[in-house]
């Protein structure tokens, strides 16, 4: 398995932080879509409620490692149920 990873405050250590970016809103999905991150865009720590810098760490926890791999199997059983989406 590729070794997942997530992005944390350089501050306090939280995964609960959010990037800048462009999104498009597409009518037909009633959804925005992503359109590109900004590159010298603003890093939120939502738990320190000010801009930082943002860390890119391995995930280290087993309780997020073994959602992911849920998550993952039902989506591969899924596809495999309904191939056609």
């Known amino acids: ?6 992005y944390v405050c350089e501050t306090c250590g939280s995964d609960n932080v959010s990037t800048e970016a462009y999104v498009d809103w597409d009518t037909s999905k009633q959804a925005w879509i992503l359109d590109e991150l900004v590159c010298e865009g603003i890093d939120w720590c939502s738990d320190c ?3 930082t810098t943002l860390d890119y760490v391995p995930v280290t926890d087993l309780r997020t490692i073994a959602e992911y791999t ?3 199997e039902k989506a591969n ?9």
């Open 1 to 6: 398995m590729t070794q997942l990873m997530k």
């Open 49 to 51: 409620s000010e801009d």
């Open 77 to 85: 059983d899924a596809a495999r149920t309904n191939p056609s989406g």
């Open 70 to 72: 849920i998550a993952k």
